[in-house]
């Protein structure tokens, strides 16, 4: 295969909304024909190289590629990799491409899974970087509204906790800013606003209706979908500051009194403190199945860059 003719998943932009609806088109297909699928990677071998912890994506991703029947490889933290004596992420790239058919990457810095991929001779997938994006996160999202609102439109979404460095926030804001009639209810406390870049380049450009406040039951009778995130505590530079924010919002069934009766709170996980587990039993709360969409969705996605039919 030329270089050129790789794709990637570096950004939730670099697929199309079509292209992004097909995806979910064969992940429902798989969830309801799973023996179908169960041999369409046989020989092939993915790389999970993470150099963040994660239990989610690397997990899901291994389950994806072992349910296609193909075969799993890797590392769970740079301190196991040769990283640890200095090697640079392109030389583990340009080495793991002789190794795996695939690799999916989770990297601290900002733009590494770009640099990746210019060291790549076989698809890279951002499987998060740092504060930035993760586009595996936001198909998993998708998946998950599409299934539970039996739309990807007409949507009031809130996304609350910390918008500043929630990469899952970034990228879903980027995602669903492509579909008709979103509004978004950015609810933050003012550290953790999102960014402004953001504000002016997804939000305004695309001439997105949003609002900001700092108080979660402002607008919840409004809501469609409550998308509640962790404060990043690895992204702080003070952990006093990190101390203050982390229990800004904890949303638990009283708070919940007046929303909608099919309102579907959702979650990227791992939570803390932010969703009380009295809210665990409400059928309103998706973040577990959300959780395990993640493997169906991440099957459809390799099919895809594979070019397995
Ligand atoms: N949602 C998510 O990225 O979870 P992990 O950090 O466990 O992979």
Redesign the pocket.
Known sequence: MKKEKIRNLIDIKDFSVKEIDELIKVANDIITNREKYSHKCDGKILATLFFE??????LSFESAMLRLGGKVLGFSEAGSSSTAKGETLGDTIETVSGYADIIAMRHPKEGAPVVASKRASVPIINA?DGGHN?PT?TLTDLLTISREKKRLNNLTIGLCGDLKFGR?IHSIISAMSRYDNIKFILISPDELKLPDYTITEVLEKNNIEYVETNNLEEYMSDLDILYMTRVQKERFFNEADYLRLKDYYILDRKKLDNAKKDLCIMH???RVSEINPDVDDDPRAKYFTQAHNGVYIRMALILKLLEVK
């Not at 912890?53 to 690397?58: E, G, K, L, Q, V």
């Open positions: 912890p994660s239990t989610r994506t690397r998060g993760h996160q899952t990227p996980l791992p």
